[in-house]
């Protein structure tokens, strides 16, 4: 079963604009959420997280927004950049890092 | 400042065939992860190592061996390579706290005919 669920496989949109990206999840157990950016032939990196703690965390041009009641989150840029064209994955995890479950992916396209 | 290494980069196997794949992380990790990815599925965990000397399941791990050969490095072996494990492999290390984000390596192209 998918714990964690990115139902966009793609997204397209102009430079300069908002991306926001979405993410659903189903543990309510789930205490920590992150973002990965991923490019071609290169492995997932990390980009920004969250905990349940909070509903909103900023870092540059992304933030986060974390709906618990609704079990959704978000990734927003603002502005977007030709370089953030990638696939970026949700992922959240409980009390082990182990148990740590990824989505499967929106691939971002940012148009010049 | 290398972080997590993997090798091969690509392989091409014959149905039975064995082959192990290497990681290596330079960032004085105890927690190491091998993880499978395949379209429309995100990343799924293989096995897990918390520390030098265990292992432990993850969601897919059937079909698979690892060996956490000391704190740098952690294997997966394939024994007896299947059609179905055709997929890109990543391995990634994590310090121990929990959500601690994960450092990956470039990935693994494994294509098993």
């Known amino acids: 079963d998918q714990q964690v669920k990115q139902n966009s496989p793609s997204l397209s949109v102009q430079e300069g604009r908002i991306s926001i990206l979405n993410c659903d999840y189903t543990n309510s157990m789930f205490d920590y959420f992150l973002w990965y950016k991923k490019y071609p032939a290169e492995g997932p990196t990390f980009l920004i997280s969250?905990?349940?703690?909070?509903d909103k965390n900023e870092d540059g041009r992304f933030t986060v927004f974390l709906n618990k009641s609704a079990k959704h989150l978000s990734l927003h840029i603002v502005p977007s950049q030709p370089g953030d064209s990638a696939v970026y994955f949700c992922a959240a995890s409980g009390y082990n890092n182990n148990d740590m479950r990824f989505g499967a992916g929106t691939r971002l396209t940012v148009k010049p | 400042n290398a972080g997590v290494t993997q090798t091969p980069k690509f392989q091409v196997l014959k149905t039975g065939q064995s082959m192990t794949l290497q990681c290596a992380q330079d960032m004085n990790h105890n927690s190491m992860y091998w993880y499978r990815q395949d379209p429309g599925m995100g990343l799924r965990l293989i096995y897990y190592s918390a520390s030098e000397g265990t292992t432990d399941k993850g969601e897919v791990p059937n079909g698979y061996n690892v060996s956490r050969l000391n704190k740098r490095e952690f294997s997966l072996r394939l024994e007896s390579a299947a059609p179905s494990q055709t997929s890109v492999y990543f391995c990634a290390s994590s310090s121990d706290r929990v959500g601690e984000k994960l450092f990956f390596g470039s990935g693994t192209q494994l294509s098993v005919l």
């Open positions: 969250i905990s349940s703690i909070k």
